[in-house]
């Protein structure tokens, strides 16, 4: 794996032509399958400066559905699986939440009430990791019954898109809908592909890679205001959690928020990148960065981190 980058939302302060620049990047292959029918417009990729192939991993997906349909079938089963267990888990998670905040509003000794909080947090992480694991059991299976490398709708796509990326020094992977980028990831296999490049990841695109996907919104436009954990990402970023465009849906002002999420994902920072973040990798290491915003236990917001 060669260098990652975790950008910020390029929309309103594009930083991704300069990273690819400071490369010496002269060629970029881009994924913007996250937009799905909109992939490859020009208004979901800012300007990178350098001639750009778009790989369609979106509409290569609706060509191998079309195709294939014993592994369409399989990916539909599996995707209402899914759908069906992050139901589940959003129910138990949203009745700890309720006991939760019915737990802390007794009026009992500090000391007891520090203890139950302790026990609520404990809950819900153990919840979170008892799905995480069972996304992966169910990634695993059907990544072992249907290989991509071994299913010749697949396979004639890969070809294709191994011919595309030897020609870019770089990949940029743009944001929009995250299940379905990362579902686009997986199904081509594109980690085996894109080799030693370096990777340039903003928004859906940086949660993508990460071993998580949490999704996090303090003012939804329904439903209560709980993290939940999505699904498990590409893991070719280990122990991060990252939260892209915080200004539209974190209230980092609010220290007793900032403190459970923290606390919630322990020991994995939770890195909110806004507008010009960057969080650069190298050898699976975090090696620099620059705006990024760390949430801490104590409800602060670390500015300095790495």
């Known amino acids: 794996m060669g ?55 979106h509409a290569r997906a609706e060509d191998v559905f079309v195709s294939d349909s014993e592994l369409t079938a399989a990916y539909k089963a599996r995707q209402t699986r899914l759908r069906r267990m992050q139901d589940l888990y959003r129910v138990r998670l949203d009745r700890l939440n309720q006991a939760a905040y019915a737990i802390a509003l007794r ?56 011919a595309q990326l030897a020609e870019a020094d770089a990949v940029v992977i743009a944001g929009g809908h995250v299940a379905v980028l990362l579902n686009r990831l997986r199904l081509f296999d594109l980690p085996s592909l894109w080799g030693e490049r370096p990777i340039l990841a903003w928004s859906a695109g940086a949660m993508a890679l990460c071993e998580q996907v949490v999704l996090f919104h303090d003012d939804p436009p329904t439903g209560a205001p709980i993290a939940e954990v999505l699904d498990a990402g590409l893991a070719l970023v280990r122990g991060l959690v990252v939260l892209p465009n915080p200004r539209a849906r974190l209230h980092l002002g609010d220290r007793e928020r900032v403190a459970r999420f923290a606390a919630r994902f322990d020991p994995a920072p939770c890195i909110a990148l806004d507008h010009g973040a960057r969080i650069e990798l190298e050898g699976g290491r975090v090696i620099a960065g620059a705006g990024n915003q760390r949430l801490v236990g104590d409800g602060a917001i670390d500015r300095s981190w790495p």
């Open 3 to 57: 260098k990652l980058f975790l950008l910020g939302p390029q929309h309103a302060q594009p930083t991704v032509a300069r990273v690819l620049a400071s490369l010496g990047a002269r060629t970029a292959a881009a994924i913007t399958a996250g937009w799905q029918e909109r992939e490859g417009e020009p208004a979901v990729l800012p300007e990178l400066g350098v001639p750009t192939v778009e790989l369609g991993l």
């Open 107 to 162: 009026h009992v000794e500090p000391e007891l009430l520090a203890d139950e909080a302790a026990m609520s947090l404990a809950l819900v992480r153990a919840l979170d990791r008892d799905h995480l694991a069972r996304c992966r059991a169910v990634h695993a299976a059907f990544e072992q019954a249907w290989p991509a490398a071994e299913r010749p709708s697949i396979a004639r796509h890969r070809r294709e898109l191994a």
